[in-house]
């Protein structure tokens, strides 16, 4: 046998995060408790590396290295900038905050790098073996983070309850990739994607194969009933660790469904279809209706997640190039509103006070109405009101759906969006037309005004000028 030296051009990204969260780690353990700054500095620097690499080395022509298992493609380009963007922003959001609580120390941002390594992985696997490793990769640095507030009750049972459920997904997921390497006889997602197509409707093994892929996918996106843990660990983790599980993870499984489903078992599409279906429906229904009766802003926007999952599985379900550029334009919009909503609520905290309650928000365009302002613009755009850059989203997904002859699903999803729009602009009521609880003055560090002023504006200016992005995501699915 010939061996073939991989193009480890392809993966310098990855190379890239991998040795500088090991530099920082290392650096980490010298630079002690007044020169902590080194290590943000360092972890906001690698992404910033990482976003030059894969926009540098960026092809329009898929390529495949280490024996087909790894690919470099627009898709995967795309999604890992957005990672890298999000990752940043969480990183300036969470400065503060963990200083005023005393957790700014170097294992947050250590584990957030191989987190973003594990995300990386999972964008660009060709091989079930390869996203497997992703996923646990991301997992485990999630798990950890979760639990790094050791003083806090509720964050060690959420990092228990999220443990003990992933784990129970993964094996899920496992078994649905085991069941597929043993009917076909590989681990390489263009072989799998091969023999489907030549022996679709007839193995059965296969179609058990696909329903449990679909539940440990379900499961990594938060999709009704797999969506328990959600809650719990949004609102037991710190603020910090809430924004980061909210946001780039979600751009990651969204990756992992394109992989697995569509690259790989796409020849089964009419099977996961109908899975998708009921995932969707129930994920909008229970993320919508719940919503409205919390009291505590990080459940809700748990509940929030949960609905939007199930908007995203629309686009994936119609099973076209058009649905799969839909959802793709869908997650990186959320995630930006994610992190708008994630970011205000750190905005308002400070040491001894978490900010998490819709109470909290009362009166906040007395307190200040640039901030007021801004959250109201994330507001509606999570809502999907006209015109928003939340409206765009949920209007692409719907047209997928319904140029898939589905036009009943696209009018369940406009009743759930409308139920929906009743907890977002609750907020706006809150903050412009109710006396504030609190008086005391919001003063954010600097860098944090301009990237928060900055993520508001961004979705604003995508709900004006929705056009370039939509763009974008077209051209990766080609």
Not at 54 to 83: N, P
Not at 171 to 181: E, R, T, V
Not at 206 to 222: D, I, N, R, Y
Request: hydrophobic share 60%; proline share 2%.
């Amino acid at each position: 046998m010939n061996f073939e030296m991989p193009n480890f051009a392809l993966a310098l990204p990855e190379i890239f995060v991998l040795c500088m969260a090991c530099i920082v780690l290392l650096v980490d353990l010298f630079v002690g408790e007044r020169n902590r700054f080194v290590t943000y500095l360092m972890a906001q620097a690698t992404l910033v590396g990482a976003m030059v690499l894969t926009l540098g080395l960026s092809s329009s022509e898929a390529q495949y290295t280490f024996g087909g298992s790894f690919v470099r493609d627009t898709m995967g380009d795309v999604l890992k900038a957005f990672i890298y963007l999000a990752v940043l922003m969480v990183f300036v959001y969470s400065r503060d905050y963990l200083r005023a609580r005393q957790l700014f120390n170097g294992e947050y941002f250590v584990l957030g790098l191989f987190g973003v390594l594990g995300m990386m992985v999972m964008v660009s696997a060709h091989s079930l073996l390869t996203l497997y490793l992703g996923l646990e990769l991301l997992s485990l640095c999630l798990y950890a983070m979760v639990a790094l507030q050791r003083d806090s009750i509720a964050a060690t049972e959420a990092a228990m309850k999220y443990f003990v459920l992933g784990s129970l997904a993964s094996g899920m997921l496992l078994y649905g990739m085991s069941m597929l390497y043993g009917v076909t006889g590989s681990l390489d997602i263009g072989e799998i994607s091969a023999y489907v197509a030549q022996n679709v409707g007839d193995n059965l093994v296969l179609e058990f194969a696909v329903v449990f892929v679909v539940v440990g996918l379900a499961f990594k996106l938060g999709a009704v009933p797999f969506h328990m843990w959600a809650p719990d660990v949004y609102h037991g983790a710190s603020t910090s660790v809430t924004i980061y599980i909210g946001t780039a993870p979600k751009i990651a499984a969204f990756a992992m469904v394109m992989r697995l489903l569509v690259d790989g078992l796409g020849g089964l599409h009419v099977e996961w279809q109908g899975m998708l279906v009921m995932l969707a429906i129930l994920s909008m229904a229970v993320g919508n209706v719940i919503a409205i009766a919390q009291s505590n802003l990080k459940r809700m926007l748990a509940y929030s997640t949960i609905a939007h999952v199930g908007f995203l599985l629309l686009g994936v379900l119609a099973g076209t190039e058009n649905g799969y550029a839909s959802a793709m334009f869908y997650i990186i919009i959320y995630a930006l509103m994610g992190l708008g909503g994630f970011g205000m609520i750190m905005l308002l905290s400070r040491a001894g006070f978490e900010a998490d309650r819709l109470e909290d928000f009362k009166g906040l365009n007395e307190r200040s109405p640039w901030f007021a302002f801004i959250m109201m613009i994330l507001m509606i755009s999570m809502a999907g009101i006209p015109v928003s850059a939340g409206f765009w989203a949920k209007l692409a997904v719907l047209q997928a759906v319904v140029r898939a002859d589905m036009v009943w699903l696209a009018v369940v999803a406009v009743i759930f969006s409308v139920i929906g729009a009743f907890y977002y602009l609750r907020i706006v009521k809150l903050m412009y037309f109710d006396k504030p609880e609190d008086t005391s003055p919001i003063k954010p560090a600097f860098d944090m005004r301009i990237v928060l002023s900055a993520n508001g504006l961004a979705v604003l200016a995508l709900g004006v000028f929705p056009g370039a992005l939509s763009v974008l995501c077209v051209e990766a699915m080609k």
